[in-house]
Every structure is written in C-alpha cells, then in structure tokens.
C-alpha cells in the first residue's frame, strides 16, 4: 500500500514537471521555426539587424572540402538491411568547416573545390546548392522542439497512468517496457507525421496516406498501452475508485 501511494505520488509530481517544463521551454523553439517557415530572403543575401530580428534567410558562397560516405546495417524481425550515408564537407565564409548528410545527387556532384551556395537561417545552414543539385536542412531550433515535446507528452503519459494505472511500476511500464515504448513512440509518430505535412509540399495523396499512417500507429500504440497483458497486481485506478464512490452516493449501496 505505502509503495503504490508512492510510486503515484512520483508519477504525479515527475509528470506535472516534465509536461510543465516541455511546454514552457517548448515556446521559443516553436516561435524559431514558426518564423523560419515564413521567412523571405534577406535583402542583397546578407541580414542586417533589423531583418535578423524579425528573420530572414540569408545567402553566402562556401566550397566543397571534401566528402564521405558511410554504411549504416539495420536489423529487425524480417532480417538486414543497409543503408547508405551521404556526407559533404564544406567551408563557409567565415572559415569555419562544417559536415552535413545530403542526398546522393548532391553528394555526386559535390567535387572537392566545387562552389556551394549555402542559404543560412540565424547562422545555421538550411539549404546548400552544388552544379545545381539541391537538399535542405531542418534549423537547430526544430529538433529542440521536438525533444521539448516529447519531454511534456512523456509527462502526459505519466498523468494519464496516474489516474488509470494501478500504482505498480509493473503496469507502469508493461510487459518488457511495452507500455511505454507504446507511448513515447505514439508521440513521437505524432509528431513526425505534423512536421512532415508542415514542412512539405504535399500532393492529394499525402494528404490522404499522411491521416491513414497515423491512425495506423494510433491503433498499434493503444493495443500496447491501453492493452490487458495480466500485469495489473496492485489497486484499482484512481478514476474507477471515483466512478464506483459516485454510483454508490447516487443510488446508495
């Protein structure tokens, strides 16, 4: 008994904080990329003050330094595959050298000394063009927000078990972390699937497959969280001791 109150009184004080803390850090990352969304460029390629406050894309041209590749092997229940890795290295105006993952037609045509015309948003690269093969780059604010968002949709999923969990850690996280997992990666499908259809042009049937995937993954993370594997061993839910007092007060047994 003492171990289940306290294991709900940490899963209610963790998870006020984290849906707290996810939503107020989570403010000025979105503003950044709300603004980046709507950017224009910046007039003559280079920001001035007043347009770097109010956000502009800005241009500038680097070269090709060098470039990379690199095999990535992925293993799951049907067997292995492996994927490729494209990386090109290039300096800035500054001087600086920085390294970004591009697609393969870019990586092709980025020859050492190779001119690339880079697009930079409040200092990050988000778009580099060599010999005319183009990719773009999400700026650092949105994988910040990301991280802000599922800081607070774990603190959700905390509030949530604590009114309908049965305040043991084994149905807290399930079956060989199955709940959980079921959860975190819910959110994260989430908010995978409004990033893409925020960030790109999509046809008619983006639209339609876009809604059907999500609902895919809604149905396979509810059968993992919300799914009866026998590992409720402690009291009833909070929300049902409520529901069972308030029908016994409204016809009194």
Do not use: N
């Not at 004080?13 to 224009?40: I, K, Q």
């Not at 001035?48 to 241009?59: F, L």
């Not at 880079?118 to 778009?127: N, Q, S, Y």
């Not at 975190?184 to 639209?207: C, K, M, N, P, Q």
Request: charged residues 15%; proline residues 2%.
């Amino acid at each position: 008994m003492r171990w289940i109150v306290i294991v709900r009184a940490g899963a209610l004080v963790v998870g006020v904080a984290a849906m707290v803390c996810g939503v107020l850090w989570s403010v000025e990352p979105y503003r950044d990329t709300m603004a980046f969304r709507h950017a224009y460029l910046c007039a003559g390629g280079a920001p001035t003050p007043a347009s770097a406050a109010h956000g502009c894309v800005a241009r500038e041209i680097g070269s090709v330094t060098g470039r990379h590749t690199y095999v990535e092997t992925i293993s799951d229940e049907s067997g292995s595959t492996r994927k490729t890795h494209y990386v090109v290295t290039y300096r800035r105006a500054s001087g600086t050298q920085e390294s970004k993952e591009v697609v393969s037609a870019v990586y092709k045509a980025a020859g050492s000394g190779e001119r690339a015309d880079l697009e930079t948003w409040r200092g990050a690269v988000v778009w580099i063009t060599v010999a005319g093969r183009s990719d773009g780059f999400d700026p650092p604010a949105e994988g910040t927000l990301t991280e802000y968002v599922m800081l607070a949709w774990a603190g959700l999923g905390l509030l949530v078990w604590f009114l309908l969990g049965d305040g043991t850690l084994r149905h807290l996280f399930g079956i060989c972390g199955m709940r959980a997992v079921g959860w975190i990666s819910f959110g994260f499908w989430t908010v995978t699937t409004v990033h893409f259809v925020l960030t790109y042009e999509l046809t008619a049937w983006d639209y339609v497959l876009a809604p059907l995937f999500w609902l895919l993954g809604l149905v396979i993370a509810a059968c993992g969280v919300f799914g009866d594997f026998g590992d409720h061993h402690g009291e009833s839910s909070l929300v049902s001791v409520a529901f069972e007092r308030r029908q016994r007060r409204k016809f009194g047994y």
